[in-house]
């Protein structure tokens, strides 16, 4: 991996970090689902946390795929299917990450339909998920 590439994962990582931390603070701070769902501050800020820490997610997959000159991915799905295929990432967070992608997407473009239920389940519930990531990432890089 070139130092280039690297530097660029560990400032993306470092950017996670901070998405990552913000969300535990609103998760604190959403004491129930409904006290969630009630407050737009803590279901807006949660929506955009997400989105952030899984589009960070793909920026690093892409950094990856594109530094190891592997096949492009057609989508943000498959790029991390290759980073599974690759074995960076384990099966389940990649199942689990396949599914980030496509709550990235509603996020992103049908922010109309949003299950803010579901955002609420992902916030008390997966953000362990996240940081799974970030240390698989870290591994990878000390190889």
């Known amino acids: 991996m070139t130092s280039l590439t690297r530097q660029k994962i560990l400032e993306k990582l470092e950017n996670f970090q901070e998405y990552l931390k913000y969300l535990y603070q609103l998760r604190q701070e ?14 807006g800020n949660t929506e955009r946390y997400l989105q952030l820490s899984i589009q960070s997610i ?14 492009r991915p057609e989508d943000n799905y498959e790029a991390i299917s290759i980073l599974f295929e690759k074995r960076i990432i384990s099966d389940s967070l990649a199942q689990t990450l396949t599914k980030m992608v496509g709550l990235r997407n509603i996020l992103v473009h049908e922010y109309g339909k949003i299950d803010r239920k579901k955002v609420f389940k992902i916030l008390t519930g997966k953000l362990q998920d996240l940081e799974l990531f970030k240390k698989q990432i870290i591994v990878f890089l000390k190889k």
């Open 30 to 43: 959403a004491r129930s689902e409904k006290v969630f769902l009630r407050d737009f501050h803590l279901f």
């Open 58 to 71: 793909i920026d690093i997959a892409h950094l990856i795929i594109i530094d190891l000159n592997l096949k």
